[in-house]
């Protein structure tokens, strides 16, 4: 499966292949489970053969741009699938993205189509406004004047379909960043990207039958990961279990009715799993192992997650620009609580200070990234791209540090860190602080100016239910607990932290309410 390449030559691939691999090893076996429906391997495969000959059809080809907006169902997959073997990219959005957020997405990517669902009426009439979108693919049979009706479009068309064949350069997906600073950036990832990156994501799991469920949005980097890594598995008794949405109980039924091995979030969803109520009506037994990633896990988090419910909570580190996960921790290595663990697959891992020179061991600075997952740049955006990855290095903007066994550390964002009268404050090491009081429920930490300091430390809390808890009373636990000096000096409570449809803070937001 690999591309290893001695004669430096490119190597003709299509990771829609991996599908093909899976059926023949196989022959047809469950795959998928959604709202407990089975889908079997075939299933999918004959519908992308016919959703491919439907797309070629209507004139889309090779190096086009599909922007497909929808919630986790089925036909995403297929969906994926279809474009993949046409050879076209896939430009994959959150579907509760405002109709701001969606036209510059279409508008920036030149895309030839757009495929979502009739309940974004506002982005399909952008999108039908548009002069160079061809056509608007809807899901479902309510189909708006001047679009396409999906089943419409495939129910005449052949399962047969002879797959793309592509250059390992040639861009597949072409995913944008939260944009959480500023408008988002395309970032170009490649056929060869998305190969090495899921064979070797999955060679660390591939010891025995796994029954994964996803919360996680497909419109996410992590689902095409995921369904990429699913096609590999060797195991035909392995299933996908796919959710709609994060919904807490019907997380705890689905372990429960399906016997879930291991499951992947962000950090904020296992508190509120954590949290819920209903998880004392419910067996989790079948449950070893779970992943967090995309935010720091905080040690208050880890250490209840695994001492109340025996689950191991590994943490991976990862970006988009780097076909996501780049370090977790491997099923033969040892555990190292704080640790993203090490290095996956060809993936080269540095820390450098400010002037890009290699720190040593122990060290804090810029995570830096080299190897076959690294994207090809941000679309259109010549000079961020150079920016990011000059040297020929991948420039994350993430602070960390290694240890002499080549454990990843990951302690804070970059632009995050409050600089304090000279003194870095990484915000994640105050808001582990915060959390141990048994009052604060939430916390995240920014910094704010201030005359004397240049910037100084604040905290938004939310409180536990039917708690009081004083300004007072949080600075002076961060105190006892805490370096005095990089301890928050304004606390401010509300009622909900502003994050990401995948989870991350929203810090830039929380800037903006400051009384």
């Known amino acids: 499966m690999g591309l290893d390449n001695k004669n430096n030559e490119k190597q003709i691939i299509n990771v829609a292949s991996f599908l093909e691999d899976h059926i023949n090893r196989h022959g047809k076996v469950p795959s998928l489970v959604f709202e407990d429906k089975e889908y079997t391997n075939l299933w999918i495969r004959d519908n992308a053969n016919r959703l491919a000959n439907g797309l070629i059809s209507l004139g889309i080809k090779k190096g086009d741009m599909v922007v497909v907006s929808l919630q986790n169902c089925p036909e995403v997959l297929v969906l994926y699938q279809a474009i993949l073997r046409i050879g076209a990219i896939i430009i994959p959005i959150m579907f509760n993205f405002s109709a701001e957020e969606t036209q510059f997405i279409l508008s920036d990517c030149e895309a030839v189509a757009f495929i979502t669902s009739s309940e974004a009426a506002e982005k399909i009439q952008i999108s039908l406004d548009m002069p160079h979108i061809n056509h608007v693919i809807i899901l479902e049979d309510d189909a708006p004047s001047g679009t396409i009706y999906y089943e419409k479009l495939i129910s005449d068309?052949?399962?047969?379909?002879?797959?793309?064949?592509?250059?390992?350069?040639?861009?597949?997906?072409?995913?944008?960043?939260?944009?959480?600073?500023?408008?988002?950036?395309?970032?170009?990832?490649?056929?060869?990207?998305?190969?090495?990156?899921?064979?070797?994501?999955?060679?660390?799991?591939d010891k025995e039958p796994r029954r994964q469920l996803s919360c996680l949005p497909l419109a996410h980097m992590f689902g095409v990961t995921a369904m990429l890594i699913d096609q590999l598995n060797r195991h035909p008794e392995s299933v996908f279990v796919l959710m709609r949405w994060f919904d807490p109980e019907e997380i705890f039924r689905l372990i429960e009715k399906y016997k879930i091995s291991g499951m992947g979030g962000v950090p904020t969803m296992f508190w509120i799993l954590l949290n819920d109520p209903s998880i004392k009506k419910y067996d989790l037994s079948s449950m070893d192992q779970c992943v967090a990633g995309a935010a720091p896990v905080p040690d208050e988090l880890r250490n209840d997650f695994e001492g109340k419910l025996n689950i191991n909570m590994l943490e991976a580190y990862g970006l988009s620009e780097s076909c996501s996960a780049v370090a977790c921790t491997h099923h033969n290595e040892a555990r190292k609580p704080g640790s993203a663990g090490t290095r996956i697959g060809k993936t080269i891992i540095k820390i450098f200070d400010d002037t890009d020179n290699e720190l040593p061991a122990g060290e804090s600075g810029e995570i830096v990234i080299k190897g076959p997952t690294v994207m090809k740049g941000y679309y259109k955006r010549l000079e961020e791209t150079k920016a990011t990855l000059r040297g020929g290095w991948l420039h994350t903007g993430d602070v960390g540090y290694m240890d002499e066994d080549g454990y990843l550390y990951v302690t804070d964002r970059k632009k995050d860190m409050i600089i304090k009268g000279g003194e870095n404050i990484f915000p994640s090491e105050v808001?582990?602080?915060?959390?141990?009081?048994?009052?604060?429920?939430?916390?995240?930490?920014?910094?704010?100016?201030?005359?004397?300091?240049?910037?100084?430390?604040?905290?938004?809390?939310?409180?536990?239910?039917?708690?009081?808890?004083?300004?007072?009373?949080?600075?002076?636990?961060?105190?006892?607990?805490?370096?005095?000096?990089?301890?928050?000096?304004?606390?401010?409570?509300?009622?909900?932290?502003?994050?990401?449809?995948?989870?991350?803070?929203?810090?830039?937001?929380?800037?903006?309410?400051?009384?």
């Not at 998305?194 to 999955?202: D, F, I, K, P, S």
């Not at 370096?483 to 929380?510: A, M, W």
């Open 431 to 515: 808001e582990n602080i915060l959390l141990k009081h048994p009052q604060v429920a939430e916390a995240a930490v920014i910094g704010f100016p201030d005359k004397k300091y240049g910037e100084d430390v604040m905290a938004f809390v939310i409180k536990e239910a039917d708690e009081e808890v004083t300004e007072e009373d949080i600075i002076a636990h961060c105190h006892r607990n805490y370096t005095k000096f990089k301890s928050p000096t304004k606390i401010q409570f509300i009622d909900n932290i502003p994050k990401s449809l995948v989870g991350k803070i929203l810090k830039k937001e929380l800037r903006g309410i400051i009384k």
């Open 157 to 205: 068309q052949s399962d047969k379909f002879e797959i793309t064949n592509m250059d390992e350069d040639d861009i597949a997906l072409l995913i944008y960043t939260a944009g959480t600073t500023g408008r988002p950036k395309g970032v170009m990832l490649s056929y060869g990207n998305l190969h090495h990156h899921a064979v070797a994501t999955y060679d660390l799991w």
